[in-house]
């Protein structure tokens, strides 16, 4: 599904240069759950925007779904980014002009659906969060938890292949995490691959797999789904 | 804390100057081109005689035809025939009067070789002087007697004796109009009555004329008027004394009473007259006599331009406009301070402190907004005296103007601000906290 | 997509965001309304004065000029004089023609009168015409056209008593005053032939029409009104003087020079070429379209710069918000569009209150001043401007915006 081999990216000003990636590669397969973890200024958050396709790289290759996407006109990442990915953000970037609904119109709009085709995925999205009633609500109208949600309906109206999270519940109290981490992990088992970034262990441990990232380059896997196998084997 | 908060709303300007430079820029237009228009407007409607504006009367009588009112508004013709003037004359109820018309004279150099130049004259009676407060350099008016004897002596303006005597004291001097021998009286001071209320059948914002000579000289030489003369009768004229004595009005009049009772028995007097001539089959309208103080003259001539009232009204709309776009700046502006408000409010400031602080900021940008519109305004008036011949002496900022254009700017912008900086210190001290 | 639908299909979201934003756009809305209505007016008012003063005297207003001759000696013998005078400017080489006229048109001095169709009239017959006094030299001193009888002859032309009544001897009329006074069988010609009669009855037979001649007075009611007398005083004469194309410069000091050597006991006075006239009598006219374009540059400009600014300021503010749009799939062209989109709808929402303020102002200024109703054609062109003006105003901040990082959206505040 993700594939990132040798990536680095530079940033520079007028007196410092930081490599914020360096030699940095990684495999995600298609329908895995995958935690990216590391201390702030490891390069987790550059890793999220070169892989959601949000900011280019220096050097390397990236192929997403199959496709190398290393030269990709803005406007191609755009579409990209409309068509395969889905956005969960900390701060849930609800705009707040809009209601519950606009909300989750905003990428459906940029893909070109007609408004039949937007008010049923909208519909969809939001019984599938929950929030199907709240469709006329300001986000300032909703609690944290609420808007995190419709962050996920907005992520999931478009049927993302790929779905990056960051830190998507680090805004949240513990129960409203707990909702919204039970929701993509549901998300996960229908089949979307799901790519997280969070400094949190207790809920890297969720996912299928880890990731640690220190000084821009992966340095430790963890993979839960064999870790979990075999406790489940020594549990039987 | 006033110095304080001055010294935090300079930094604020520096810091977006941009934006600073926006909001000055528009209070600055809008007082300009409201100053312009406003100074235009307020000397064309000023009272050019404001010690005696309300003694002063310009004299109607309707003498016009039976079938059709001089005005569609039925008002009675500006001025009179001389026949009814020679009437007036006569009463002493007035304290002071005058009766007049506007003529002009080749006026001869010293040099003999020199062809004579064109003066614009005043026909007029003694009292024209003392009754209008005329300033005199040297000498003074003429004698009462002059007004129906023929006598042969003028009185000069500063520039007509500045042109032919250099400015010297000329009393007694000759001086030659029309190729005849006056005797210098008087030449006046410095004299703009603007408007030139007196007469207002030419150039409203004219400059006085530059020789008077007494009304007495009218028969005698047969001066011809240069002014606007109307008739609506048909009647056979064939020599000056048939004009003198026809329907034909071309005659200024003025008397000066000084009380409401002199007023009413002015009026009484008039009516009383036009009464008596329609016994002599004279005045066959109906009785329709007027006397309006100089104010009131000079709205019932229409002496402020439609087009003046017009640009008065745009460029207060054109205010507005600039005070909106102030409101919308400053807001944006406050607003996007956001954090920093939040923050003064958290460590403790009052909505007050808050709200103050930013007026400080608003006054600052009205008084240098204000400050830039007066330059602007000169800059308007040097425009507006460029595109209209004779106004000259109408587009001179002056001191008490200068005070309202910078009133009008603070007060302005302290109205467009009060709605931002009272917003702004809405803004919760717990905003701080939160991410969006 | 085409853009139609997109503005179309845009509109509902930033719509309902906009009337959530409040103060901001509003502002912006009103001051786009105020704009417009001063815009829509000014214009109006411009172009009414511009039509104004295209409109022709009927002169050969380049080629002509003309002074008084003001007698300053009480002996002046004023009929010889002006009958040398006329000789020797006639015979200059480069002068077409020379007369002697009461005023010319726009000059602002002149006389006027009542004339009937028939002797008799009731009042309500006569109509107010300008009427010039001159000879069979005057039309072609003008340089007006005749269409229709005949010039002046010599002996028809007068030379009244100073101060007798105006002459009678027969009158051309402007076409439009024949119309006026013969409305049935109006026309070039049809009035040739007839007389008009002044308030003293007396028949003053028409002999011919000319194309056009304007009154000497700009507010005058009717501007084309104009009658000529072929008789005249010769108390202060104006004098008109007609020139060969390119002459009228040259000959100006030569005539003075020739009055001087005719005779000294008159004034040459108030000598100003019919071109300067025509300018003078348009003066207010022209400042007035001079100020009123001012006044639209203005405020045109302070309006573009408030939606600049409010515009900068959105954009600032919204960051974050564009950073999202970008993460969710928004293309840099989808960004511009959204800035345009929403300028395109606060202006729209300008105009439309605007169109009511507009006719609000023109039904005002009609009510007070003596000044036409606004045309309403007048608002969509404003509200044209007013659309220009927006998209154009904000489309630097929108590029702007369109430059931010995607990455923002991931970027804690």
Redesign the interface.
């Known amino acids: 599904m993700l594939q990132m081999t040798h990536i680095s990216k530079v940033f520079r000003t007028d007196l410092v240069q930081t490599h914020a990636l360096r030699d940095f590669s990684l495999t995600v397969k298609e329908g895995e759950f995958v935690a990216v973890t590391g201390p702030s200024g490891s390069g987790k958050?550059t890793f999220?925007?070169i892989a959601?396709?949000?900011?280019t790289f220096d050097t390397g290759t990236y192929l997403l779904d199959g496709r190398d996407v290393s030269h990709l006109s803005?406007?191609a990442r755009?579409?990209l980014?409309?068509?395969k990915i889905g956005?969960i953000?900390?701060?849930f970037?609800l705009?707040?002009?809009?209601?519950v609904f606009?909300n989750v119109?905003?990428?459906l709009?940029?893909?070109?659906f007609d408004?039949k085709e937007r008010r049923r995925r909208i519909q969809g999205a939001l019984e599938q969060v929950g929030l199907a009633s709240r469709a006329r609500h300001?986000p300032s109208q909703l609690s944290g938890g609420q808007q995190q949600r419709v962050a996920i309906a907005?992520a999931l109206a478009?049927t993302p292949r790929i779905l990056f999270a960051?830190e998507p519940t680090g805004?949240l109290d513990s129960l409203m995490a707990r909702q919204v981490l039970e929701m993509l992990e549901e998300i996960n088992t229908k089949g979307t691959t799901i790519v997280m970034v969070t400094h949190d262990p207790e809920l890297a441990r969720r996912a299928h797999r880890n990731i640690h990232v220190m000084d821009g380059q992966v340095s430790d896997f963890t993979d839960f789904s064999q870790a979990a196998a075999a406790r489940d084997a020594l549990a039987a | 804390m006033l110095a304080h908060n001055l010294f935090l709303a300079w930094k604020s300007l520096r810091k977006n100057p941009v934006l600073s430079a926006l909001m000055i820029g528009a209070i600055g237009l809008g007082i300009g081109v409201c100053m312009t228009t406003l100074t235009v407007y307020t000397l064309m409607s000023r009272n050019p005689i404001p010690q005696k504006s309300s003694v002063l009367y310009a004299v109607q009588l309707d003498s016009w035809d039976p079938n059709e009112a001089w005005s569609d508004e039925g008002r009675p013709p500006p001025q009179l025939t001389w026949r009814d003037v020679q009437a007036l004359l006569k009463s002493d109820i007035p304290k002071r009067q005058a009766a007049m018309f506007a003529s002009g004279f080749g006026v001869q150099l010293p040099d003999e070789k020199l062809p004579p130049f064109m003066a614009e004259a005043r026909i007029t009676t003694s009292e024209f002087f003392s009754m209008f407060d005329v300033p005199f350099e040297y000498g003074g008016g003429w004698a009462k007697e002059a007004d129906s004897a023929p006598q042969q002596v003028a009185v000069l303006s500063k520039k007509t004796n500045d042109k032919v005597f250099g400015g010297a004291d000329s009393i007694g001097r000759t001086i030659k109009l029309d190729k005849r021998d006056y005797r210098v009286v008087g030449v006046l001071a410095d004299w703009h009555p603007t408007p030139k209320f007196y007469d207002l059948n030419n150039n409203d914002f004219g400059e006085p004329e530059g020789v008077f000579v007494p009304m007495g000289l009218v028969e005698a030489l047969q001066l011809p008027s240069f002014g606007n003369t109307q008739g609506w009768k048909d009647e056979e004229i064939n020599s000056y004394q048939d004009r003198l004595n026809s329907e034909l009005v071309w005659l200024q009049y003025w008397a000066e009473l000084p009380d409401a009772a002199s007023r009413e028995r002015y009026q009484a007097f008039i009516d009383q007259y036009v009464q008596e001539q329609k016994k002599l089959g004279r005045y066959p309208r109906q009785l329709n006599n007027r006397l309006s103080p100089v104010m009131e003259w000079l709205k019932v001539r229409e002496v402020v331009t439609e087009d003046a009232r017009v640009l008065l009204g745009l460029s207060f709309l054109f205010l507005a406009v600039c005070l909106l776009n102030i409101v919308g700046l400053l807001l944006a502006k406050f607003l996007g301070k956001s954090s920093e408000i939040a923050l003064r409010r958290a460590l403790g400031a009052t909505r007050w402190q808050v709200m103050q602080k930013n007026l400080v900021e608003v006054a600052l940008i009205g008084l240098l907004g204000g400050a830039l519109g007066v330059l602007l305004a000169f800059g308007g008036l040097f425009g507006v005296k460029q595109l209209y011949e004779g106004y000259e002496r109408l587009v001179q900022l002056n001191g008490p103007l200068l005070l309202v254009a910078l009133g009008i700017a603070l007060a302005s912008s302290l109205v467009a601000g009060v709605y931002p900086a009272w917003r702004a210190a809405r803004i919760s001290p717990a905003g701080l906290l939160k991410?969006? | 997509?085409n853009p139609i639908r997109h503005l179309a299909?845009?509109s509902g979201?930033i719509l309902?965001?906009?009337t959530?934003?409040r103060a901001g756009p509003l502002l912006i809305a009103l001051q786009c309304a105020i704009t417009l209505a001063i815009v829509a007016n000014a214009i109006f008012i411009i172009q009414d004065r511009l039509q104004k003063m295209s409109r022709p005297s009927g002169m050969d207003v380049d080629n002509t000029f003309v002074f008084f001759s003001l007698p300053i000696a009480a002996d002046f013998d004023g009929k010889a004089v002006i009958a040398e005078d006329m000789r020797r400017i006639r015979a200059l080489p480069g002068v077409v023609d020379a007369s002697i006229s009461t005023g010319t048109p726009l000059s602002g001095g002149g006389s006027s009168s009542s004339f009937a169709p028939r002797p008799e009239a009731k009042p309500e017959e006569y109509k107010n015409a300008a009427y010039y006094e001159t000879d069979d030299h005057g039309l072609n001193a003008f340089g007006v056209t005749l269409v229709a009888g005949r010039n002046f002859l010599p002996a028809e032309v007068e030379m009244r008593d100073p101060l007798a009544e105006r002459g009678m001897s027969s009158a051309i009329i402007t076409k439009a005053f024949a119309d006026k006074l013969f409305p049935p069988d109006g026309g070039a010609g049809a009035a040739v032939g007839k007389s008009v009669y002044g308030t003293n009855q007396k028949a003053i037979p028409i002999v011919g029409i000319v194309e056009r001649a304007q009154t000497p007075w700009l507010t005058w009611g009717e501007l084309e009104h104009s009658i000529f007398l072929s008789s005249y005083s010769p108390d202060f004469p104006r004098y008109v003087v007609r020139t060969e194309p390119g002459e009228r410069e040259r000959l100006i000091p030569e005539v003075e020079k020739l009055m001087a050597e005719i005779s000294r006991d008159r004034i040459v006075e108030r000598l100003k070429t019919q071109t300067e006239i025509e300018h003078k009598a348009y003066g207010e006219y022209r400042a007035m379209a001079v100020i009123l374009t001012s006044v639209i540059v203005l405020i045109v400009c302070i309006t573009g710069l408030g939606i600049v600014g409010l515009a900068s300021f959105n954009v600032n503010a919204r960051n974050?918000?564009i950073?999202?749009?970008?993460?969710?799939?928004?293309?840099?062209?989808?960004i511009v569009r959204y800035f345009l989109v929403e300028s395109w709808l606060i202006t729209t929402a300008g105009a439309v209150v605007g169109s009511g303020l507009s006719l609000g102002l023109s039904f005002w200024m009609v009510n007070t001043f003596d000044l036409p109703p606004l045309d309403w054609r007048y608002i969509p062109v404003g509200v044209g401007l007013l659309w220009v003006l927006g998209l154009a105003a904000v489309l630097v901040p929108a590029r702007r915006a369109s430059q931010l990082?995607?990455?923002l959206?991931?970027r804690?505040?």
């Open positions: 958050t999220l925007n959601g396709l949000l900011e803005d406007d755009s579409r980014r409309n068509e956005f953000f900390q701060g970037n705009i707040p002009d809009l209601s606009d119109d905003v990428p709009r940029y893909r070109g408004g300001l907005r478009g960051d805004n | 991410t969006q | 997509m299909s845009d979201p309902r965001a906009l959530r934003s974050k918000q950073g999202t749009r970008r993460a969710l799939g928004a293309t840099k062209r989808d990082a995607p990455a959206a991931t804690s505040v």
